[in-house]
């Protein structure tokens, strides 16, 4: 299983997992709260956590090549959701 992770300074990180969720629950398997959430995409699981200072996201792949496609998916979409500030995902890999 490959692995990407990033943990994203914001102060709605609450607000912006459960927009991800709640936008995705249509398309997939989708279970969150307002801290934890998990999406089951086709190409890999989304965990998304959220703090009062900050939004963690851990994306699970079988493939390699997927990571970049879903870090890219996962980010431009709460990017839209946050429009009033500037998020920085700063994704770190594990093989």
Not at 22 to 36: G, I, M, S
């Amino acid at each position: 299983m490959n692995e990407s992770r990033a943990v994203v300074p914001t102060a709605h990180a609450s607000r912006y997992l459960q927009q991800l969720c709640k936008h995705w629950a249509h398309k997939f398997p989708v279970e969150f709260t307002p801290e934890h959430g998990e999406i089951k995409l086709p190409s890999g699981v989304t965990v998304l956590d959220a703090s009062a200072e900050a939004l963690s996201i851990t994306l699970r792949t079988e493939e390699a090549g997927s990571l970049d496609q879903l870090e890219q998916v996962v980010a431009d979409h709460i990017v839209r959701f946050a429009f009033r500030e500037d998020l920085v995902f700063d994704w770190a890999r594990e093989a």
